[in-house]
């Protein structure tokens, strides 16, 4: 039974990657509303307690998440397209720039230390590195904009997105309990349980998360606009929607917000010291005071499983598996600890089905 059980379950897992392959592309817009539905609905469920219809509340949240991504795309948009214009159009200068800065600062000193050919060496290196990087940017541009940037990515996402959302949020625990309905009774409280983890897992990480990265990039954006950094809100807002990803998105941003500091500012040191300044004081209180609060220590994806995630899920899926990269990882790591506790109960951990010898029995006092 178990061997069957076991069999049935891969089968479905298989079928369910082998659909997202065959249909990845045109599956972003479901995803996306499906998303939005999860991350509403407990907001649905507590205008619910205050009284309103589940269909109100429907229409009600999401009147206000549009009207809110409308709003922020209505002013975010032209400063940004203005931003990233001149980011690209000044990229040979500030690449021209550090080469001149490097020859004229550091090559000294390798050539004082005869480390010349070192330098002449990680010139190359480096060059190599940021023409593998361009390359790796430039597909993923096309892969976003053939997956999800195309008129039909775009109708989907406008038009059949928000309908699909709609229509979940106010089905949503009804299919919740039709899916519970579906569960072998036998194995219903341990499935549960396991859902209520993955629950936990995911909502503790993308609900907290999104929030630390919306927090981050407005920190960023506004510090480096402050001290004047040329593109500093293209540079925040990209530095906090990329903290998503752990390490990624921080070490990204500290990199080239340093690099067009350096550029712009040499060799005033105060203000390049400030940009610095500005990536402490945001990753300190990221790591001390806002990600303890909002995402918390019990989500159990670890950064470097998540980061796997990403990179393994997008390869197979696409775009889309971006999306479905953090609930899926964050299955996995519930599923794969309960097997592992499984298995470190069971006999196969305790090796307790070996040959036991057999036990000398002694007959009872009085016999024999």
Known sequence: ?????????????????????????????????????????PLADRLQRLGMSRILAACVILLLFVLLVVLALWILVPVLAQQVAGFL????RYFARLHDLGNAYVRPLFQRFGVEQALNDAQTSVGQIFSQGASWAGGLLKSVWSGSQSVLGVVGLVVIAPVVAFYMLIDWDRMVAAIDS??????????????RDIDRAIAGFVRGQSLVCLFL???????????????????????????FIPYVGS??????SMTVAIVQFWPEWTWI????????????????????????DAVGLHPVWLMFALVAFGSLFGF???????????AIGVLARFALRKYLASPYYHDEDR??????VSPPRGEG
């Open 1 to 41: 039974m178990q061997v069957r059980r076991g069999r049935f379950w891969i089968g479905v897992l298989v079928a369910a990657a082998l659909f997202l392959w065959l249909f990845g592309g045109a599956m972003f817009p479901f995803v996306v509303g499906m998303g939005l539905a999860y991350l509403l609905d």
């Open 89 to 92: 159009d000044n990229m040979p």
């Open 182 to 195: 579906w569960v072998p009774v036998g194995q219903r409280e341990t499935v549960r349980t396991l859902a």
């Open 217 to 243: 990039g407005v920190f960023y954006a506004v510090g480096l606009s402050i001290v004047g950094l040329n593109f500093g809100a293209l540079i925040g807002l990209g530095t906090g929607f990329l903290t």
């Open 251 to 256: 070490t990204l941003g500290l990199v080239v």
């Open 273 to 296: 010291v400030a940009v610095l300044a500005i990536f402490v004081a945001g990753q300190f209180i990221e790591g001390n005071i806002i990600s303890p609060v909002l995402v918390g």
């Open 320 to 330: 889309v598996g971006v999306l479905i990269a953090v609930p899926a990882g964050a």
């Open 355 to 360: 040959a036991q010898p057999p036990r000398m």
